[in-house]
């Protein structure tokens, strides 16, 4: 085989592969951009705004990124992880003990059993006793829910932005990649043009004749 035509081949598959890369990394692109750009709009909605730096606790203050982002909107992934965990899993701790919401239904389902048995027993005083208490474990049970909730769709949201980020460096890679195989693809073109149309590729080398018998 020529040389040049080997040269030509290589650099025919370089440009494909190039061409390859370069169209994943404009796809990766594409789905970074709308990952950032959904999680931004779905955040944005919530209207959620940190405290000012004036008006944390001094629980709250432990967590740096409570403090870079005092007063700021809540529009990234980042934002979202950051008020998930330091904010509002900081104050559910602070509710029923620190119970989940299945655990306080525990407690809940507890209570009712213990007001059946006082019931039984006609103890009014006792039954007046647990009837509050179960309102108050309701009532907590409530804002536990909803925090859980409002800390899930964060927490989603940092995942899917997470997405976006990985998305983003994958598509850096897949531009890095098409660049360098474009340069070499050039590379191979230029030097078979600059190679002789008759040089062949790994061609034999011509048998000598044995040197005669004296």
Wanted: charged share 20%; proline share 2%.
């Amino acid at each position: 085989m020529k040389r040049r035509t080997l040269d030509l081949l290589f650099s025919i598959g370089g440009l494909g592969i190039a061409a390859l890369l370069l169209i994943a990394g404009l796809v990766l692109s594409s789905n970074a951009n709308f990952a950032n750009t959904y999680v931004h709009d779905q955040l944005a909605q919530q209207q959620i705004t940190f405290k000012t730096a004036d008006t944390l606790t001094a629980e709250e203050r432990k967590a740096q990124c409570l403090i870079d982002y005092a007063g700021q909107k809540l529009t990234t992934g980042k934002q979202a992880e950051c008020y998930a965990n330091e904010f509002i899993g900081l104050h559910l701790k602070s509710i029923a003990g620190g119970k989940t919401y299945a655990q306080i239904g525990d407690v809940q389902a507890d209570l009712r059993t213990q007001i059946t048995a006082a019931q039984t027993a006609k103890d009014t005083a006792k039954v007046t006793d647990l009837q509050k208490q179960l309102t108050d474990t309701t009532a907590a049970r409530e804002t536990v829910f909803k925090g859980e909730t409002l800390r899930g769709l964060l927490l989603t949201s940092f995942g899917f932005s997470e997405f976006g980020t990985k998305a983003a460096q994958a598509a850096t890679v897949a531009y890095t990649g098409a660049g360098l195989m474009l340069l070499m693809a050039l590379a191979g073109l230029l030097h078979g043009w600059r190679t002789p149309t008759t040089q062949a590729f790994a061609a034999p080398e011509p048998v000598r004749d044995p040197a005669p018998v004296r």
